[in-house]
């Protein structure tokens, strides 16, 4: 299966089928299953520069700390059981493709204790995503974040290239062949 969808890939990227592209990737062709609700831009979308709180006190750090690379950013809470349902499917997500070209950026907005998040993230064994927060929920309001969870894919330049509402199968062969695409088309590969 995984090679079938890796020759769609392919020729999707050769071909340059007609859709909503990014970076020259044609990821709206690749949406099957939970990625059905993927939101593919036809025009990349400025985001915000509100700062969200580092894990374990680190400081604060913005979107843009992030440009060079594309990012999937994932709004979630503690409290929020679709969010939770969806997290190992993110880290497994991460530890699959997470590297130079490709990040998982999870981000708990609103009331989400740091020790509960830890708790949560011990208990899954989520062992590659940040357990960053957004308390105030700056971030997520200028992000149009009114729901949750909300997961953004952010292009290189750190514009919003697509976004989802709602939980997904982040592990899925079409969640994975659309980020493969994405690095693809930026790595040349």
């Not at 349902?85 to 590297?99: T, V």
């Not at 960053?132 to 750190?158: C, N, R, Y």
């Amino acid at each position: 299966m995984k090679k079938l969808v890796m020759a769609f890939v392919y020729t999707a990227l050769l071909t340059g089928a007609n859709g909503s592209f990014a970076e020259g990737a044609d990821i709206a062709s690749l949406r099957t299953g939970d990625m059905k609700k993927l939101v593919v831009h036809g025009t990349p979308e400025a985001t915000s520069n509100a700062p969200f709180e580092l894990a374990d006190d680190a400081g604060q750090a913005t979107l843009a700390d992030y440009k060079g690379k594309y990012v999937l950013v994932n709004f979630w809470a503690t409290w929020c059981a679709p969010c939770r349902k969806e997290m190992p499917e993110l880290d497994a997500l991460q530890k699959q493709l997470g590297g130079d070209d490709f990040e998982v950026l999870t981000i708990a907005t609103g009331r989400n204790s740091p020790a509960g998040i830890k708790r949560f993230f011990d208990e899954k064994n989520i062992t590659a995503l940040p357990r960053h927060q957004d308390p105030k929920q700056s971030l997520a309001a200028q992000m149009g974040v009114f729901g949750l969870p909300i997961t953004v894919i952010l292009d290189p330049e750190g514009r919003e290239i697509a976004r989802m509402r709602g939980d997904a199968d982040w592990h899925s062969d079409s969640a994975v062949a659309i980020i493969e695409a994405l690095i693809a088309s930026r790595t040349g590969s």
